[in-house]
Antibody, heavy 114, light 112 residues
Framework: EVQLVESGGGFVQPGGSLRLSCAAS????????MSWVRQAPGKGLEWVSD????????YYADSVKGRFTISRDNAKKSLYLQMNNLREDDTAVYYC???????WGQGTLVTVSS | DVVMTQSPLSQPVTPGQPASFSCRSS???????????LNWFQQRPGQSPRRLIY???NRDSGVPERFSGSASGTNFTLKISAVEAEDAGVYYC?????????FGQGTKLEIK
């Protein structure tokens, strides 16, 4: 059974940092592209970042470029999102997703507020 | 960025009746290698999104046959042949051809 489990969310003040993690199991992690998608409270979905299986291809939405860094450790079957210089409009549930959205985790809530 | 426009924003449907969701892209979603990366997602209240359809018309594993997807140019449609109570939620189209990948604003399916 495929499982994606996010962790690392929490409350942070504007300008702060957080590192999200996503632990994967049940599929060949190194073969799949992985993504972070977020959903602000009561809003729709926004694709934040994408990383290829070998980390050779990485994309960021303009809204997070220069502040967020996606990475992965295929040996640990884990995906990460380092979020720096957080803003209040980064407040959202952050989901990790595999293979173009085939599987999703349960999400982790990030709240940025003063 | 590719703009995905969904309509209607909300639709009430009686169980057993069909439902149709429309999505229009602002540009062609045909990738350079020929595939069209248009996906449909369902998000039930309080749950994570679930992919139903990938590459326009392919049902994901475990998705009931009552769900189907089709396309005509830059217009895409998700149909439910006979709505069930468990289908309540928000349906999103999403294009994965051009970065940044973009979602429509969602259509809320309400069960009467």
């Amino acid at each position: 059974e495929v499982q994606l489990v996010e962790s690392g969310g929490g409350f942070v003040q504007p300008g702060g940092s957080l590192r999200l993690s996503c632990a994967a199991s049940g599929f060949t992690f190194s073969s799949d592209s992985m993504s972070w998608v977020r959903q602000a409270p009561g809003k729709g979905l926004e694709w934040v970042s994408d990383i290829g299986g070998s980390s050779s291809v990485i994309y960021y939405a303009d809204s997070v470029k220069g502040r967020f860094t996606i990475s992965r450790d295929n040996a640990k079957k884990s995906l990460y999102l380092q979020m720096n210089n957080l803003r209040e409009d980064d407040t959202a549930v952050y989901y990790c997703a595999s293979g173009g959205g085939q599987q999703w985790g349960q999400g982790t809530l990030v709240t940025v507020s003063s | 960025d590719v703009v995905m426009t969904q309509s209607p924003l909300s639709q009430p449907v009686t169980p057993g009746q069909p439902a149709s969701f429309s999505c229009r892209s602002s540009q062609s979603l045909v990738h350079s290698h020929g595939d069209t990366y248009l996906n449909w997602f369902q998000q039930r209240p309080g749950q994570s999104p679930r992919r139903l359809i990938y590459k326009v018309s392919n049902r994901d594993s475990g998705v009931p046959e009552r769900f189907s997807g089709s396309a005509s140019g830059t217009n895409f449609t998700l149909k439910i042949s006979a709505v069930e109570a468990e289908d309540a939620g928000v349906y999103y189209c999403m294009q994965g051809t051009h970065w940044p990948y973009t979602f429509g604003q969602g259509t809320k399916l309400e069960i009467k």
